[in-house]
C-alpha cells in the first residue's frame, strides 16, 4: 500500500486551483508576464499569482492583516489539497511546509520604513519566520501537533514530502499534509539578479540559448495518507510517493557541479527507493530553471543515470516561473496529474538542445500517453538535490 | 513503543559561555550576565582562512562546531547532516536586504547566497566534503527538536552515524524589535550553535543515551503531554532526576534547572540544554534520566529525554 496521496491543491502563476492549473497546462498558456501586484521591482518579467493580499485574504476568509502572502497562498492550497477532511482525535495528523523566504514579502516593506524612519510597523515581523508562515496554516486547517517547516532553498517543497512519506513509513504519523510555499519578494528577485542569473527575456529551460531562470511565485500541497489513516477515512488514492532521496553535492555554495554528482545520486536512490526499473520512469518532471549551470548540470544528471534511454523529460518552469521553495511541491501536483490525466507537458521555448548533451525536451504536450512512473527534481543552493518518484495506485 | 537505543557520542558547543573545548564545564556554568559575550574558539584551527573570512557568525559556529564533533567521534563522514535554525542566517540576511533597499546598480551577491536557512548545513557539507542527505528545519522554538527527530528517524533507516545540530545568530535589529514588541525575555537575547553525532552503536564513546524526542505545536495541555511522553517511555514524573526547562518547572520530578540563565534567548537554545544534560550526565554518576522541556514559546512544546549510559 505504502504511502498513498489523497488530496491536491495548486496555486501559481498560471492559476487558482488544481483544474485552473491543469487547464493552463493543456493549453500550454504560460503565467510569465510584467509584475502587477509586487511593486518597485527591477524584474520586467515574473511569474506572479494573479490575486492581491487582500483578495487572498477575503476568499480564504482570513482577518487579521498581519499574515504573510507566503501564509496565504500556502493557505490556498493546502485548503484545497485537505478538501473536505475532518479532524481526528485517532488519526495522527501533521503539516509540514516549506518555504525559503518566509514572511519576507512583508518584512522587506517594513525594513524599508525602518530604514527611513518611516514608522514602521514592528507587528508585521512577527510574520516573518519561517515557522510561522506554517503555524499561520496550520491554525487555519485547525491541524496541531507535528508542525515543521523546511528550508533548503529551491528543494524544499521535495524535501517536506520526502519527510511527510517517512513520518508515515516510521509510523509517527498516519497521514500529514505536505507542500511549500513562496511568494515573490524584491529580495529574492534583487537576490538572483546580483547572480546574473534572472532573465530579462522569457525563460528558456534546456535550451542553447537560455540565459536564466524567471521567479515565480505559488504554493502546492499534496494530502498523504498511510494504511491506517485510509482505513478510517475512506479516501480513494490519486497515486503513490513511492521514491525519494535527498543528497548533497558539496561542490559550491550556489552552483551544481559540473559531473551532476549530488543530482545523479538523487536520481539514482529515489527511483532505487520506489524499487522500478529504469525503464519503468514515463516521465521526468525536470528542475530546469533555464540556468546555464542547473540545465547543463541536470541534463548531465540524467545521462548518468539513464544513459542513451532518457525518457521524455520537461521542466514547467515557462510556465510558473521559478516558485522556489513551492517548486518542487506544485511540480509534485503536476507529476500527480501527469499520471492521472495521461499527460506529458511541453517544455516552452525550447529551440536548440545544449551543445555539450544534446538533450531534446518533450515540446508537444502528449494526451493519453502512459505515465505510470514520474520522476521530479528539485534542485537547490547549497548542493541540495532532491528526487521524488510518483507511481500509480495499484 | 519498542524503540532501539540511539547513542550520543560527540557534542560541541559555542556559546556566550566557556562550552567549547571544556567538557565537565556543566559543573562550572552560572548564569550569563551583560558583559558574558560569545566565546569564539580560535575558528582558523576548523575553517579555511578565505572561507572563514566571509562567513558570518552562524556560520563559523555552526561549521566548528561540526568539525569538532567529527573529530570527537572519529568517524570519517556523518551519513548525514540535519541542521535546525529558528530565524537563520540574520546577519546576511539583514545585510542583504539593506544593500537592495539602499544601493542602485549591481548588487554584490554573497550576503544574498549566505542568507538563505539552509547555508549552515550546505556548508557543513562543503567543507567536509559529504554527499549525504543535507536537511534544514526551521520551525521556530522547536528548530532543534524537529532536528533530532529526523535524525532518529535516519538512524532507524539504517545511517549509522548522523551529524545534528542547530544555531541561531543575535543581531542588534532584534534588541529593537524585542523591545517595540514588548517580548519579556526571561534572561538577554543571545547567539549560539551546539551539534551532536547522533549514533546507532556505542562504540565505547557514547556519553548519553538519547531515548526519545518530540514536538507538539499548537498545544493546549502542555502537563498532559509530558506526562503521554514519559508513560511511552515507561517513565513516571519521580522517576526523572532533573528536568531543564524554558518555561514552567514540570511537576514531580526530583529536580528543575532552568536553561535559559545559562544558554540566554534564542530559538534554538534548547540544543545548548542537551549539551548541557549530556555532560550533567558525564559529570554526576547519580544521574539516570534527564527531561529537557522547551517551551520557550508557550504554544510549542518541544520533550528530549536523555538516559546515562551505565543506567
Known amino acids: 500500500m505504502g504511502v498513498c496521496i489523497t488530496g491536491i491543491g495548486v496555486v501559481s502563476a498560471i492559476g487558482m486551483s488544481v483544474e485552473e492549473n491543469l487547464s493552463a497546462l493543456r493549453e500550454g498558456k504560460s503565467g510569465i508576464g510584467p509584475l502587477q501586484y509586487l511593486q518597485g521591482t527591477k524584474a520586467s518579467l515574473a511569474g506572479e499569482v494573479k490575486a492581491s493580499n487582500e483578495d487572498l485574504r477575503k476568499s480564504l476568509n482570513v482577518g487579521t492583516e498581519y499574515v504573510s502572502r507566503t501564509s496565504l497562498l500556502g493557505l490556498q492550497a493546502a485548503r484545497e489539497a485537505w478538501g473536505d477532511n475532518k479532524r481526528s482525535g485517532v488519526i495522527r495528523t501533521g503539516i509540514i511546509s516549506a518555504t525559503s523566504v518566509g514572511g519576507m514579502d512583508r518584512s522587506e516593506v517594513f525594513y524599508k520604513d525602518y530604514l527611513s524612519q518611516n514608522s514602521p510597523d514592528y507587528q508585521v515581523l512577527t510574520t516573518h519566520d519561517s515557522g510561522s508562515t506554517t503555524e499561520r496554516i496550520a491554525a487555519e486547517l485547525g491541524i496541531s501537533g507535528y508542525i515543521n517547516t523546511l528550508s533548503t532553498a529551491c528543494s524544499s517543497g521535495a524535501n517536506a514530502i520526502m519527510l511527510g512519506a517517512r513520518l508515515i513509513l516510521q509510523g509517527t504519523l498516519d497521514r500529514v499534509l505536505v507542500g511549500g510555499s513562496d511568494a515573490l519578494s524584491r529580495f529574492t528577485i534583487d537576490g538572483f539578479r546580483s547572480l546574473m542569473i534572472y532573465d530579462e527575456q522569457w525563460c528558456r529551460p534546456f535550451d542553447e540559448s537560455r540565459a536564466g531562470l524567471n521567479l515565480g511565485e505559488g504554493a502546492g500541497f499534496l494530502l498523504l495518507e498511510g494504511e491506517k489513516s485510509l482505513q478510517l477515512t475512506g479516501n480513494r488514492p490519486i497515486c503513490n510517493v513511492s521514491g525519494w532521496a535527498n543528497a548533497a553535492d558539496a561542490y559550491h555554495q550556489t552552483a551544481s557541479s559540473p559531473d551532476g554528482k549530488g543530482a545523479t545520486l538523487a536520481i539514482e536512490n529515489a527511483i532505487r527507493r520506489a524499487g522500478i526499473g529504469l525503464n519503468e ?11 546555464k549551470n542547473n540545465d547543463h548540470s541536470e541534463s548531465v544528471a540524467l545521462r548518468n543515470v539513464f544513459g542513451d534511454h532518457i525518457p521524455p523529460f520537461s521542466s514547467t518552469k515557462a510556465f510558473t516561473g521559478h516558485t522556489l521553495a513551492a517548486a518542487g511541491a506544485i511540480e509534485a501536483v503536476f507529476s500527480v496529474l501527469a ?23 518533450a515540446t508537444l504536450l502528449e494526451t493519453g500517453a502512459e505515465v505510470n512512473a514520474v520522476l521530479s527534481n528539485s534542485f537547490g543552493f547549497g548542493g541540495n538535490n532532491s528526487s521524488l518518484v510518483f507511481t500509480r495506485y495499484e | ?34 558583559d558574558n559575550a560569545l566565546i569564539s574558539p580560535d575558528y582558523k584551527a576548523y575553517i579555511d582562512p578565505g572561507l572563514l573570512r566571509r562567513m558570518s557568525k552562524i556560520l563559523r559556529m555552526a561549521v566548528a562546531c561540526s568539525k569538532d564533533c567529527i573529530a570527537q567521534a572519529e568517524i570519517e563522514q556523518p551519513d548525514a547532516i540535519v541542521v535546525g535554525t529558528g530565524l537563520g542566517c540574520l546577519h546576511d540576511t539583514e545585510k542583504f536586504l539593506n544593500t537592495s533597499l539602499t544601493v542602485d546598480g549591481l548588487l554584490p551577491p554573497t550576503s544574498f547566497i549566505q542568507s538563505t536557512h539552509n547555508t549552515m548545513a550546505g556548508q557543513i557539507s562543503l567543507s567536509i566534503g559529504n554527499h549525504g542527505y543535507n536537511m ?16 532518529s528517524m535516519l538512524l532507524r533507516e539504517g545511517d549509522r552515524h548522523v551529524l545534528v545540530g542547530a544555531a541561531d545568530e543575535h543581531i542588534d535589529i532584534l534588541e529593537d524589535i524585542a523591545a517595540q514588541l514588548s517580548f519579556e525575555a526571561p534572561a538577554r537575547l543571545t547567539s549560539g550553535a551546539s551539534f551532536f553525532v547522533l549514533s546507532k552503536e556505542n562504540r565505547g564513546n557514547a556519553a548519553a543515551i538519547l531515548t526519545d524526542v518530540h514536538t507538539t505545536g499548537g498545544i493546549e495541555n502542555a502537563e498532559a503531554e509530558i506526562d503521554a511522553f514519559l508513560i511511552r517511555n515507561g517513565l513516571n514524573a519521580s522517576d526523572v532526576d532533573l528536568v531543564f526547562h524554558a518555561g514552567e518547572p514540570v511537576q514531580g520530578v526530583k529536580g528543575n534547572v532552568p536553561y535559559l540563565p545559562l544558554s540566554g534567548v534564542y530559538a534554538t537554545a534548547s540544543a545548548f540544554a542537551l549539551h548541557y544534560a549530556v555532560d550533567s550526565l558525564q559529570t554526576n554518576a547519580s544521574l539516570k534520566n534527564v527531561l529537557i522541556c522547551n517551551a520557550l514559546r508557550k504554544s510549542n512544546l518541544g520533550l528530549i529525554l536523555l538516559q546515562s549510559v551505565e543506567a
Open chain 1, 281 to 291: 520512469v514515463s516521465y521526468v518532471n525536470a528542475h530546469g530553471t533555464g540556468t
Open chain 1, 339 to 361: 499520471i492521472q490525466h495521461h499527460l506529458i507537458y511541453p517544455n516552452l521555448n525550447y529551440q536548440d538542445s545544449i551543445a555539450e548533451t544534446g538533450l531534446v525536451p
Open chain 2, 1 to 34: 513503543m519498542n524503540k532501539a537505543a540511539l547513542y550520543i557520542t560527540a557534542a560541541s558547543t559555542v556559546s556566550h559561555q566557556p562550552t567549547f573545548g571544556n567538557p565537565g564545564f556543566s559543573s562550572t556554568l552560572g548564569p550569563i550576565v551583560a
Open chain 2, 136 to 151: 534544514t528545519h526551521t520551525q521556530n522554538t522547536l528548530s532543534f527538536e524537529h532536528a533530532l527527530l529526523d535524525a
